[in-house]
């Protein structure tokens, strides 16, 4: 059995005291613990935010990319070896603004990536300018009359965009957290998981105490069935005095981008030798496409 002290980096986390990146870090790190998963059988991938540097402080492989591009390098690396556990995890302004494009590709391929997003609705990193997902009139220093850009609804775009796996989580509400990222990583192909991520420093109006008297969860309501299209569409744009969270969406045996790749049926391109090609076998291919 997997500890979860296995996945804890020697570097610790510049974090501001009570970001709920860390919640999400711990999330992360009981969840791979709890599915058994050796840090050597996990990627994480992020871009560049606060919330991305998440793999610097966990002990599996990882790679800090650029902002906005963490799914292209993740998808590659899937491609590459798709017996290992891909994790995405980055920020909104990652993950929805310079990334949505990324985002909306990876699903309809069905790529076998957990991608969590740390919903903080601001630019924390760069100190709290507006992002896709702040509120209208959320007043920063890109927007000093208030943002008058409407906001993104990530799980809608999901849902529209065809993904087989939508969630999402409360890191104050840290079980259900992990039970949210332990079917995501499970699931078989592309998982969102949107994280409503409280940023004390610069956008104190969505805290815990915001989210808290309003999150509920979809599991418990009567009669919720994940696998209608229609309700969840219903649940993905109900926001104010009720927030849902949990897993809006899943449905099972869509194939995935790498089942359809005839090449990846002997196993990962990592098993199958590539790397003792001569320079004879690459010219030879080189050829074919010449
Ligand atoms: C191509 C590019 N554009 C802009 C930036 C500057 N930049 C760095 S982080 C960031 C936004 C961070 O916000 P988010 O992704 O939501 O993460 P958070 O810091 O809130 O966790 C921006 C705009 C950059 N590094 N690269
Ligand atoms: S600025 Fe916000 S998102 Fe960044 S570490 Fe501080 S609280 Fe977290």
Redesign the pocket.
């Known amino acids: 059995m997997v500890e979860v002290k296995e996945y804890q980096s020697t570097v610790r986390p510049t974090?501001?005291k009570?970001?709920?990146?860390y919640g999400i870090w711990n999330a992360l790190k009981i969840a791979l613990a709890e599915l058994d998963l050796a840090p050597h059988e996990v990627l994480m991938v992020s871009g560049i935010g606060?919330?991305s540097k998440t793999p610097d402080y966990t002990h599996v492989n990882g790679l800090h990319t650029l902002h906005g591009r963490s799914l292209p390098p993740a998808t590659g690396a899937r491609l590459a070896n798709h017996e290992m556990k891909v994790i995405c995890v980055h920020g909104d302004g990652d993950g929805y603004g310079m990334g949505l494009g990324h985002m909306m590709h990876a699903i309809r391929r069905n790529i076998g990536i957990t991608d969590v997003v740390q919903n903080?609705r601001?630019y924390?990193?760069t100190k709290g300018q507006y992002s896709p997902t702040s509120p209208p009139g959320f007043v920063s220093k890109t927007s000093p009359e208030g943002a008058i850009d409407r906001p993104i609804n990530p799980w809608a775009l999901a849902l529209a965009a065809g993904a087989t796996f939508i969630a999402r989580g409360f890191p104050a509400d840290l079980r259900h957290l992990i039970e949210v990222l332990k079917k995501a990583i499970q699931h078989h192909g592309y998982a969102l998981v949107d994280v409503l991520?409280p940023?004390?420093?610069?956008?104190r109006a969505y805290a815990y105490t915001y989210y808290q008297p309003r999150v509920y969860k979809v599991e418990g309501e009567p009669g919720y069935d994940p696998t209608d299209r229609a309700a969840a569409w219903e649940r993905a744009h109900e926001w104010g005095e009720r927030i849902p969270i949990g897993v809006l969406y899943q449905i099972e045996g869509v194939p995935t981008y790498e089942d359809q790749l005839s090449v990846l049926r002997a196993g990962p391109l990592v098993k199958q030798g590539f790397w003792q090609w001569t320079h004879d076998d690459y010219e030879t291919l080189k050829s074919e496409f010449l």
Do not use: A, K, P, R
Request: charged share 5%.
């Open positions: 974090w501001c009570g970001c709920g990146d606060c919330g903080n601001v924390g990193l991520q940023c004390v420093s610069f956008n």
